[in-house]
């Protein structure tokens, strides 16, 4: 790429600000929400399930796709977790934002964080909508300021914040099966010379259909269903920044155009046939711990939203774990 724009951040003014009332915040908000129990995640809080899978980097990959843990065909064992995005605990008939968080294992090489720099594990996050749902972390902070107070200031907000509005209506939708839907990163990774954003995309033969009568649990029931019976599988795929101005870096809430710059296949995930409704396993899941920021150099996360991730989610698992009074480790394997 000779655009030499292209992967470049520009942090505003006042971001660190903004980052530090978010985390207190959202801790606020947790501390709130599970005033007995377990201290659960701020968002993303009910796991619909956390399963074994195989990550195999494609071979013969063109050389501008070859970085990082993509250069050289390779298969990771993985832990891949799915769950709600709400900050509550919800029937599973609501809508909402699901993600899938992606823990490989195995990996070589320093980590950017330094706590963790000798960790062997990449993570890669993504939901079920194609935009993160405000701009910045200004006006996350307000996003969250709003929500978590009344409901004058709820109006407030929303009457003045029209694209949040629709970014998040269009985002909450009702879904079948965990295993069948597409997700997003919304936010950019460095990738060589310019960024990408990356995409989840499942195969899928025969479509679960919504349940006429569904249970509070059924996308658990859904997964547990389909694999018990066979394994699922999912292309992951890369989209390249061609385009600086069309395609930016700190606005997450701006699609990247297909149009303009397609997803590419760059691996395989296999989701193993296997049972994993246990007790144990779901202990496992919740105490797990991801971040985008559990990453290689050549997957730097890129942006404001993801420069605030890093501090945040520090700050909200450091403080779960001590609560709940559970060691934060990174998994080498598949053992639990």
């Known amino acids: 790429m000779s655009d030499n ?4 951040e520009t942090i505003p003014a006042g971001e660190a600000q903004y980052t530090a009332d978010l985390a207190a915040r959202l801790k606020a908000k947790i501390i709130r929400d599970n005033p007995t129990g377990i201290m659960r995640r701020d968002a993303h809080p009910k796991m619909h399930g956390v399963v074994k899978a195989e990550f195999t980097v494609e071979a013969d990959l063109p050389a501008e796709l070859r970085v ?64 993160f749902v405000t701009k910045n972390v200004e006006e996350f902070d307000a996003l969250i300021k709003a929500m978590t107070g009344s409901i004058l200031s709820k109006i407030f907000f929303f009457a003045t914040h029209w694209r949040v509005i ?14 069948q839907m597409r997700y997003w990163s919304t936010t950019p990774y460095l990738f060589g010379n310019t960024a990408v954003k990356y995409s989840a995309i499942p195969h899928v033969r025969n479509p ?22 066979g394994e699922a599988l999912f292309d992951f795929t890369v989209q390249l920044q061609t385009n600086a101005d069309n395609m930016p870096i700190e606005d ?26 246990s007790e144990a ?26 420069r605030a991730r890093k501090i945040v989610y520090d700050a909200i698992s450091t403080f779960r774990h001590e609560y709940n009074k559970v060691a934060r480790k990174e998994p080498a394997s598949w053992d639990i």
């Open 208 to 229: 679960d259909p919504l349940p006429s009568d569904p249970g509070p649990d059924y996308l658990r029931q859904a997964m547990v269903r389909q694999l018990a019976q």
């Open 68 to 131: 990082g843990i993509f250069a050289e065909a390779r298969t990771y064992q993985a832990w891949i977790r799915y769950s709600n995005q709400d900050g509550t605990i919800q029937a599973d008939k609501a809508r909402d934002i699901r993600g899938m968080a992606i823990k490989l294992m195995g990996v070589p090489g320093d980590k950017l964080l330094e706590s963790e720099r000798h960790e062997q594990t990449q993570d890669f996050i993504v939901i079920s909508t194609n935009v």
């Open 252 to 277: 997450p809430g701006k699609e990247w155009k297909e149009s303009e710059s397609p997803f590419r296949k760059v691996a395989t995930i296999r989701i193993l046939q296997q049972e994993f409704d």
């Open 5 to 8: 724009t292209l992967a470049q």
């Open 166 to 179: 629709w970014n998040l209506v269009t985002s909450l939708k009702k879904f079948a099966n965990p295993l």
């Open 281 to 306: 396993q779901r202990v496992f899941g919740e105490n797990l711990s991801y971040t985008p920021w559990h990453s290689l150099p050549a997957h730097r996360p890129l942006g404001g939203i993801n």
